[in-house]
């Protein structure tokens, strides 16, 4: 997993809750690294469910409420570090329409090892999408929080329904752009 997913994980319990809250998950967590990630480095996911662990123990909020406020956190993050990525999208649906042919390809130029989620356009219109997402880790709500996060990132407003699929790993989502 990518090392900004984990700096910025921190930096969300940092800025959050408090440096001292992000220690102890670290600590809790007993991660192989003592949490001792570079945005650039690349990172096995298992450290990402033990971090989870530890904070749904901790808050008492599911793993997907934790996925979901992530999310959004994370989604500003990346916008502030890859902002020229974004800056060939006009809008929200733009930008989900390009993500596997145009931002993932930009991601994976950096980070070759990365395991990215897929995403397909199954239908779309001015103001409305379906969109197809699998990934073997079923981050579906990570990716709610990251769409969410990109609209108030784009000024806009979304009204999603998530549909887990009869295939595995496999979730869609109905999103319309509303005023």
């Known amino acids: ?35 001792a990630y570079t945005a650039v480095g ?6 990402m469910e033990r971090l989870l662990g530890v904070l749904v123990e901790k808050t008492g909020k599911s793993a997907n409420e934790l996925l979901y406020d992530f ?5 500003g993050k990346l916008g502030a570090a890859h902002g020229d990525v974004l800056a060939n999208t006009d809008n929200m649906l733009d930008m989900l329409g390009h993500l ?27 103001t409305t999408m379906r969109l197809q997402y699998y990934s073997e880790r079923n981050l579906f709500a990570l990716a709610e929080g990251l769409m969410d996060g990109a609209a108030d990132y784009f000024n806009c407003k979304l009204e999603r329904e998530t549909h887990q699929l009869s295939t595995p790993h496999t979730y869609e989502f109905s999103i319309a752009v509303v005023a």
């Open 100 to 126: 596997d042919d145009d931002i993932h390809v930009q991601v994976k130029k950096l980070y070759p090892d990365a395991d990215l989620p897929r995403f397909k356009v199954l239908s779309r219109t001015d």
């Open 1 to 35: 997993m990518l090392g900004i997913v984990f700096t910025s994980l921190i930096d969300m319990l940092e800025e959050n809750v408090s440096p001292e809250f992000a220690d102890d998950v670290i600590v809790e967590a007993e991660l192989e690294n003592e949490g």
């Open 42 to 47: 690349y990172y096995p996911y298992e450290d």
């Open 71 to 75: 999310g959004y956190f994370l989604f």
